[in-house]
């Protein structure tokens, strides 16, 4: 499992996306990417996240950074998703866990006392050099678009 360290490389990854195709990490060098790893697709913090990514999208596109949201749910899920929510950010399907887990998201997690493995709701902000510029462990929700994108615009 990876430890996310600023300045270190950020692990490279291809994912078959919402709307079909793959998506790379490598096809966004020369910009810098927001990756938001969550855990599953059409929960309430999962969706208030992917919508508060969208309605800032304008914000993120003006200060040329690209967007991706990552979790393990399958392509078809993330379709449904993304036009039930009207969603405007890319959505990587992860169903092997590889880069969930080269990026150190896939962990073990507990609730009412049960333990289970699940996506840490991560996000990742690289560099155009495809380094990893920030790191945010453990996301709460509300509020925290707003501090990705003032990280962003530094870059």
Known sequence: MAELI???????????????????????RGRPVVLF??????????TVEAKDFTAA?????????????????PVKKHDKFVKKHELGVALASDESLQTLEAY??????SMYGRTYMGVERTTVLVDAAGKIAEVWP???VNGHVDAVLE???KL
Not at 57 to 73: E, I, M, N, Q, R
Request: net charge neutral; charged share 25%; glycine share 12%.
């Open 37 to 46: 790893f969550y855990p599953k697709d059409d929960t309430q913090a999962c």
């Open 104 to 109: 150190g998201v896939w962990k073990e997690k």
């Open 151 to 153: 990280a962003a615009k």
């Open 138 to 140: 453990k996301v709460k």
């Open 6 to 28: 600023p300045g270190a490389n950020a692990p490279d990854f291809t994912l078959p996306r919402d709307g079909g195709g793959t998506i790379s990490l490598s096809q966004f």
């Open 57 to 73: 999208k304008a914000d993120f596109d003006a200060a040329g950074v690209a967007l991706v949201g990552l979790s393990p749910d």
